[in-house]
């Protein structure tokens, strides 16, 4: 079981750090994903992990600004949000997989496990 937190509402410019705690264990096994979605729009991809955390990948929108990172150790993955612009503003999901491959690690939809939200709100 996942949980996402540390959402809230920040000025453009500003930054954000998003926590993703697994209840269970967070092995090396498993590849961790950041997703996020507007309302009105459709889930999209923000950044991943591979499993063991020794590759990652993000989105073009975030690339420079968010980083992903991992505390197997902790059973937690984090997402550090920095220079936050308006169109950051969605919920903002984790999700895991054992069994994803690399090549498919931005599709929502090779994901089994998904923690519940957190929402990001960025004010111009």
């Known amino acids: 079981q996942l949980q996402a937190s540390g959402g809230g509402l920040v000025q453009a410019g500003g930054s954000l750090r998003l926590i993703c705690a697994a209840s269970?264990?967070?092995?090396?096994?498993?590849?961790v994903g950041w997703f996020r979605q507007a309302p009105g729009k459709e889930r999209e991809f923000v950044a991943a992990?591979?499993?063991?955390?020794?590759?990652?990948t993000y989105s073009d929108s975030v690339k420079g600004r968010f980083t992903i990172s991992r505390d197997n150790a902790k059973n937690t993955v984090y997402l550090q949000m920095n220079s936050l612009k308006p169109e950051d503003s969605a919920v903002y999901y984790c999700?895991?997989?054992?069994?994803?491959?690399?090549?498919?690690?931005?599709?929502?939809?090779?994901?089994?496990?998904w923690g519940q939200g957190t929402l990001v709100t960025v004010s111009s």
């Open positions: 999700a895991a997989d054992r069994t994803v491959i690399w090549g498919r690690i931005a599709r929502s939809d090779e994901y089994d496990y």
């Open positions: 269970g264990s967070f092995s090396r096994n498993y590849a």
């Open positions: 992990s591979s499993r063991g955390g020794g590759s990652t």
